[in-house]
């Protein structure tokens, strides 16, 4: 008995865990799924984690500079074309959701900051943990 219960036990615990994916071998958010578009000569890149505590089952909400551009699953990446300087990336639940989704339980806004000069690339993550949730994080993958 105390085997099985180790066993479900790390069944478990692995299923809550994120796994990075980069973004060459994550799958484009579908077109469908983008709800503005940029321009400009910079680019950020948002790729979402695999696994179910990244969120599984419910898209994410992914802002730029406090307007809706994509609903992320796990697993995507989205580029976003935009002007050099200042901008505000976020995270919320998804606006468009039904069901659990829609509650957006889990999932307040979090928002970050980045700086960016002219043709420059910067890439950004959603991951989560057991502390905080789902979260938006610079990354270098």
Request: contains cysteine; proline residues 4%; glycine residues 12%.
């Amino acid at each position: 008995m105390r085997k099985i219960f180790l066993v479900l036990s790390a069944i478990i615990l692995a299923g809550c865990a994120t796994e990075s994916v980069t973004t060459e071998h994550a799958r484009p958010v579908p077109a469908e799924r983008i709800l503005a578009s940029g321009n400009g000569s910079s680019t950020i890149t948002v790729t979402r984690d695999k696994g179910w505590f990244a969120g599984g089952g419910c898209f994410v909400e992914l802002t730029v500079d406090g307007k809706s551009y994509a609903r992320i699953d796990t697993g995507e990446t989205v580029n976003i074309k935009v002007e050099p300087g200042r901008h505000i990336l976020g995270i919320s639940g998804d606006s468009q959701g039904k069901g659990l989704c829609g509650f957006k339980v889990g999932q307040p806004l979090k928002e970050t900051s980045t700086n960016l000069s002219i043709s420059e690339l910067q890439k950004f993550r959603i991951t989560g943990d057991a502390n905080s949730g789902l979260d938006i994080r610079p990354t270098a993958i």
